[in-house]
């Protein structure tokens, strides 16, 4: 009886048949918000399990909803230990609800500043999740598009918590090993080269971006910290050459810095596969050093510099996004992109310039007003902290 008076409801607000499974969940604390929507701490009413559960709001999605739609069929029947699993997902009339695993244990570098000692060992068990994650992925001819730091969290808070590989929002289900994706995506700082000038794409793309997560989790920060002008980045990106400075690398070992190479070849046929990766003398097992990495960590991905890049950076991050927005709502991935690489380079290089105005306005009148401003010890010869 009540079945059916909720439903002669649902029919009269016009819900869709899923919300009925709304009234499974008691909805908690927000966990984050972004564009679209937020995420939500949740109990499973049947068994008082908690999940976290991804709210979006259709009407942020400019009729793109076919996008949640592409994320929810691939998550489904994803199914390995490093990959947060999608439990359930329903919808409203103006919101689409994904119930996921929910993972308490942090993101990535914020875990390792929980640590009080991280060494070479320590780095490369959690790289090896995340490379066992993408391996599953590539095998199901799955590409990610979206590895960085933010996207790596725990399973849960306890010491050996595995590592988990979330937010497929932008992933895609390739048709072959040889198809070609042209649609602007991922995320600035850690999209690969053939991604930014709209070269034509594949699983290479998630390996080039662990290469980047790798370099910067042994270290604390980018191996492309120096350039803020994105033309300058791109030749950087392409030229094969890796900085490792030697006041941060002193001691981690060569097989280290190979793989970071290896994954970070300009041309993605010369990359190192996720399938390879794995067979990597660094991941498979070789020498590595017990230093203790963790004050060097700190001190590069400090929150100062952290703030400072993400301000620098935050127009051009957007810039990607709407990209790839409007890319996806134009044409299918597999289509020629209409979009010119120079003017998208042209574009974010102007955003970079008034960030940069922006935040020295911004710095400057911080300064003025400051009463009895304390010294910094900060050296503009040094890596800086790294954001997306």
Same mark, same amino acid.
């Not at 489904?76 to 230990?81: D, G, I, Q, S, Y």
């Not at 105005?357 to 020295?360: G, L, Y």
């Given at each position: 009886m009540a079945s059916a008076i909720r439903g002669m409801w649902h029919h009269i607000?016009?819900?869709p048949e899923s919300y009925e499974r709304k009234q499974y969940y008691t909805f908690g604390k927000t966990?984050?918000?972004?564009?679209?929507?937020?995420?939500r701490e949740a109990s499973f009413n049947p068994d008082g399990r908690r999940?976290?559960?991804?709210?979006?709001?259709?009407?942020?999605?400019?009729?793109?909803?076919?996008?949640v739609l592409k994320e929810i069929d691939i998550?489904?029947?994803?199914?390995?230990?490093?990959?947060?699993?999608l439990l359930d997902w329903f919808e409203s009339k103006d919101k689409y609800y994904l119930v996921f695993q929910l993972c308490t244990g942090g993101e990535l570098f914020q875990k390792i500043s929980d640590y009080g000692h991280f060494t070479e060992e320590d780095a490369r068990r959690l790289i090896r999740y995340a490379v066992e994650a993408i391996a599953y992925l590539h095998k199901h001819n799955i590409v990610h598009r979206d590895i960085k730091p933010e996207n790596l969290i725990f399973l849960d808070t306890s010491e050996n918590a595995p590592l988990m590989l979330a937010d497929f929002g932008i992933a895609r289900i390739m048709r072959s090993d040889d198809e070609i994706l042209n649609t602007m995506c991922g995320s600035f700082g850690y999209a690969a080269p053939e991604i930014l000038m709209r070269e034509g794409h594949g699983k290479a793309v998630d390996m080039w971006s662990m290469g980047v997560v790798t370099f910067s989790v042994l270290c604390g920060y980018s191996p492309f910290w120096k350039y803020e002008d994105p033309r300058a980045l791109m030749i950087a990106m392409r030229s094969d050459n890796v900085e490792f400075l030697e006041r941060f690398w002193w001691g981690i070992s060569e097989h280290a810095k190979d793989?970071?190479?290896?994954? =970070? !070849?300009?041309?993605?046929?010369?990359?190192?596969?996720?399938?390879k990766a794995l067979a990597h003398p660094w991941l498979a097992g070789g020498d590595v050093s017990t230093r203790n990495l963790l004050p060097d960590v700190l001190e590069n991905f400090n929150a100062?510099?952290? =703030? !400072?890049?993400?301000?620098?950076?935050?127009?051009?991050v957007n810039r990607l996004r709407k990209l790839s927005i409007e890319g996806a709502s134009r044409r299918s991935d597999s289509n020629s992109s209409a979009s010119d690489p120079e003017n998208d380079l042209t574009q974010l290089d102007n955003e970079r310039m008034a960030a940069e105005?922006?935040?020295?306005a911004h710095a400057a009148s911080a300064a003025a007003a400051a009463t009895a401003a304390a010294p910094t010890n900060e050296q503009s010869s040094l890596p800086g902290g790294w954001t997306a």
């Open positions: 607000a016009q819900q966990l984050g918000a972004g564009t679209f929507g937020e995420v999940v976290a559960i991804k709210v979006i709001k259709k009407s942020a999605l400019s009729g793109d909803e076919h996008m998550v489904r029947h994803l199914h390995h230990p490093n990959i947060v699993k793989f970071i190479r290896q994954c =970070l !070849r300009a041309n993605p046929s010369e990359r190192l596969t996720a399938e100062k510099a952290t =703030l !400072r890049r993400a301000v620098l950076k935050l127009q051009a105005q922006a935040a020295a």
